[in-house]
């Protein structure tokens, strides 16, 4: 049974970086069959794709978040990380990962609240 | 940007067909998933490429595609299908897009 778990920072600074990471176990992330996503949600809201990533490294963006998120692969630790910087209030969310059999996302984390404040 | 349209809510009683929908711009041509997430928990996928039903899914949970409108159908539903559900596509590039999600209410 595939499982995701994100970690990192429950709460971040306004101007400062956001730095998830997620740790894949029951399967490789190194499989030539899925993506990696990042997806948030904010307080009370609906769900907001942020990007996908490839073992390769290859990485797709939501174009309104495109300019401050990174995402990046460690395949020796069967881990992917997402960076977001400059974050504002608004970025105040729970972060999930997901594995995405490119049309849909079949196993999720169970989420990490990141709140921004000063 | 490819945009999905859901209604924000739904009521049905308990034992009814609950139908939801979500509409976007020939959406036929697109595969359809749906996401049921219940207060404090992470979605949980119920339907993929429009209308098949992973494992461990309760049959009462369908799904259809056609023209610009898709639809997840709850037959028999029960209590515990409260919750919140969203569509989602991938569109090119590849990008993931999610409706903005149906709040189901069982009364």
């Known amino acids: 049974q595939v499982q995701l778990q994100e970690s990192g920072p429950g709460l971040v600074k306004p101007s400062e970086t956001l730095s998830l990471t997620c740790t894949v176990s029951?399967?490789?992330?190194?499989?030539?069959?899925?993506?990696w996503a990042w997806i948030r949600q904010p307080p009370g809201e609906g769900l907001e794709w942020i990007g996908s990533?490839?073992?390769?490294?290859?990485?797709y963006y939501k174009p309104s978040l495109k300019s401050r998120a990174t995402m990046s692969v460690d395949t020796s630790k069967n881990q992917f990380s997402l960076n977001l910087r400059s974050v504002t209030a608004a970025d105040t969310a729970v972060y999930y990962c997901?594995?995405?059999?490119?049309?849909?996302?079949?196993?999720w984390g169970q989420g990490a609240l990141v709140t921004v404040s000063s | 940007s490819y945009e999905l349209t859901q209604p924000p809510s739904v009521s049905v009683s308990p034992g009814q067909t609950a139908s939801i929908t979500c509409s976007g711009d020939?959406?036929?041509?697109?595969?359809v998933s749906w996401y049921q997430q219940k207060p404090g928990q992470s979605p949980v996928v119920v339907i993929y490429?429009?209308?098949k039903r992973p494992s461990g899914i309760p049959e009462r949970f369908s799904g259809s595609n056609s023209g610009n409108t898709a639809t997840l159908t709850i037959s028999g539903t029960q209590a515990m299908d409260e919750a919140d559900y969203y569509c989602?596509?991938?569109?090119?590039?590849?990008?993931?897009?999610f409706g903005g999600g149906t709040k189901l209410t069982v009364l």
């Open positions: 020939k959406l036929e041509d697109k595969y």
């Open positions: 490429h429009d209308n």
């Open positions: 997901a594995r995405q059999p490119l049309e849909w996302l079949d196993y």
């Open positions: 029951g399967g490789s992330i190194t499989s030539s069959t899925y993506y």
């Open positions: 989602q596509v991938w569109d090119t590039s590849p990008l993931v897009v």
């Open positions: 990533i490839y073992y390769t490294g290859s990485s």
